[in-house]
């Protein structure tokens, strides 16, 4: 074993026996009181590396005080934005318009009660601000569960339903948060009459509750949501190893018969990890627990030494010494099984099986005391640890198997193009359905999620980048895949809104209905609906950061060794290739 490898495998042990953390800062600064703000997402830049900033930022703590700073900054024709706890959406959604030093953040940070839970009409009514583990918790101290869910459980309802977060289901009314929601309260601009604010309750059977269930944040500030919920169940889940080359085959037929399943797949080693994961009768043994070991505190000392290791072989076009780290992280991720303990301790064997709510999401980074930043998230970027782009769309039903064998397609041509997204645990691919959204998912489909590395230097090349941007290009242009609202590139944002057709009309229309003016509107907003202009950044070494799709040799780098090529298989794809690579 190399030094290298020792180093790597030493930062993982270390990375599972960390027990405490330091949870992440708040997303919003300010230099003078409430005054002078800035806002930025958990990961500390947005896809543009642009710096969002406020005049102030107000902290309403029920929704009285919400509906008065709304009319108020409605009467001063202030541009508005609803912003979370941790802000972990990747793209602009919450930067308000107007002037560099203009705007309103109003944090939903303290609208974060309970309101009410009815058992037996299995009902859960919270405030926005409400985080996804809160809903779980209090859910389960009542009997009752969300079926379906994000596995990070630092989201807000408010921020879930922005950006239509999902888990993995193909049953019911699928895996959606939004489409458990039967009714919302929304405050938005109103006119003179109005007093300068508008409040709806919309309930099951109002049209415009399917713009407000995913609104991107442009309809207003929703203050309170309700669920419809389940009886509280047990799960049983184990995880199968298998070979990849029937993966387009079994995805299906795999998603139609595991309720929960979901699958994490590595393309350069040629294997896929499925998750067997089903509803079992409540008598059945076992208080398992899910404290997924990405989403744990981490060693800040570790991160720092792995994030390292990986801009070295970033500099020295070391995809073999890639290769190697991702089989470890994926073998010790393995032989950990992930995370999964049989009794909240200690992880016996498979099948783990345990009540929902201690399997359905985790994120105990979240839930700790300040130690220093000795540990921490391990994408806090108060430390050096990791910084990624990440890239997660849609694939429908239909064109799934296609899409998986276009990606084999270039591994095969390129055996090490992927183990840099191995290095974070692979594709995950989560199962989506129809939603009454009107942005909400179209129609049963797989959704990719792509974690891979990004430079602290803007115009620095990545490692395989054609291949990471061809796949994005296959996905998005040839398959017509829907984006993720709170992930990805400014690229996979184009043309997004067309897709949804005849809903996608429906919600510009409600849009102008609740804020005619345009106050929670920003440029970028604009951009992804398609009000105005398009999201490209055109400018030297813009492809890099996906701010374009390259047309011209500049908007791969500034120096001549990266060109703007076809793709490899989709010719229609435009990628920055590197010329000479010493790729070893």
């Not at 669920?227 to 080359?245: A, C, M, Q, V």
């Not at 699958?263 to 294997?271: D, H, L, M, R």
């Not at 921490?376 to 997660?392: L, M, N, S, V, Y």
Request: aromatic share 8%; proline share 4%.
């Amino acid at each position: 074993m190399s030094g290298q490898q020792v180093l790597r495998l030493n930062c993982l042990m270390l990375l599972l026996m960390v027990v405490c953390c330091t949870p992440p800062e708040d997303p919003i600064k300010c230099s003078t009181g409430n005054s002078n703000c800035t806002i930025t997402n958990s990961y500390g830049a947005f896809p543009d590396r642009s710096v969002c900033r406020a005049s102030t930022t107000a902290y309403p703590t029920t929704e009285e005080e919400l509906i008065s700073i709304v009319a108020n900054a409605t009467k001063d024709g202030l541009k508005m934005k609803a912003a979370t706890r941790f802000s972990h959406s990747i793209p602009k959604l919450v930067c308000p318009g107007g002037g560099r030093e203009e705007g309103l953040l109003i944090s939903t940070k303290n609208l974060n009660k309970v309101l009410n839970i009815d058992q037996g009409a299995m009902t859960m009514t919270v405030e926005s601000g409400v985080t996804l583990r809160d809903l779980i918790s209090e859910a389960a101290k009542a009997k009752l569960a969300l079926p379906y869910a994000p596995y990070w459980w630092g989201l807000t309802i408010g921020g879930m339903m922005g950006t239509g977060a999902h888990g993995s289901t193909l049953w019911g009314k699928g895996s959606s948060v939004h489409d458990y929601v039967t009714g919302l309260t929304i405050v938005s601009p109103g006119s003179a009459v109005d007093g300068f604010v508008k409040v709806r309750r919309l309930e099951e059977g109002d049209e415009e509750l399917n713009a407000a269930k995913v609104s991107l944040g442009v309809l207003g500030v929703i203050s309170q949501v309700t669920f419809k919920l389940e009886p509280l169940f047990k799960r049983s889940i184990t995880y199968i190893k298998k070979n990849d080359s029937d993966l387009g085959d079994e995805v299906i037929s795999f998603g139609r018969k595991h309720e929960f399943g979901d699958i994490i797949w590595y393309p350069s080693q040629e294997k896929a990890v499925y998750r067997v994961d089903d509803r079992v009768s409540s008598n059945t043994s076992g208080d398992g627990l899910y404290d997924f070991i990405p989403f744990r505190p981490t060693s800040s000392l570790a991160l720092a030494l792995i994030r390292t290791t990986e801009d070295n072989q970033e500099s020295l076009d070391d995809a073999n010494g890639k290769c190697t780290g991702a089989k470890l992280v994926t073998t010790t991720l393995s032989t950990s099984a992930y995370g999964l303990t049989n009794n909240g301790v200690i992880f016996k064997g498979y099948p783990v099986i345990g009540y929902h709510h201690r399997l359905q999401a985790s994120g105990t980074c979240l839930d700790s005391n300040n130690d220093a930043k000795i540990t921490a998230c391990a994408w806090d970027h108060r430390i050096k640890g990791e910084f990624f782009h990440q890239t997660t769309f849609s694939v429908a039903l239909s064109s799934v198997k296609a899409f998986i064998q276009d990606i084999q397609a270039l591994v095969k041509l390129e055996p090490k193009a992927l183990c840099g997204v191995e290095l974070y645990n692979g594709i995950l691919m989560r199962y989506v359905t129809s939603s009454t959204a009107y942005l909400g998912k179209q129609e049963e489909a797989v959704d990719f999620d792509i974690t891979y590395y990004r430079s602290k230097d803007p115009l620095a090349p990545r490692l395989y980048e054609d291949i990471l941007e061809e796949i994005e290009q296959i996905a998005v242009i040839k398959y017509g895949a829907l984006p993720h609202w709170g992930k990805n590139r400014n690229v996979a944002f184009e043309g997004a809104l067309k897709k949804y057709k005849k809903n996608g009309e429906k919600f510009l229309n409600v849009k102008k209905i609740y804020d005619p003016l345009g106050l929670f509107s920003s440029e970028w907003s604009d951009q992804v609906l398609g009000v105005k202009g398009g999201l490209s950044i055109v400018k030297e070494g813009c492809a890099l950061e996906g701010l374009c799709r390259c047309s011209e040799d500049a908007h791969c780098a500034p120096t001549k060794s990266y060109l703007c090529r076809p793709g490899k298989l989709f010719k229609e794809a435009r990628v920055c290739t590197r010329l000479n690579s010493k790729k070893h």
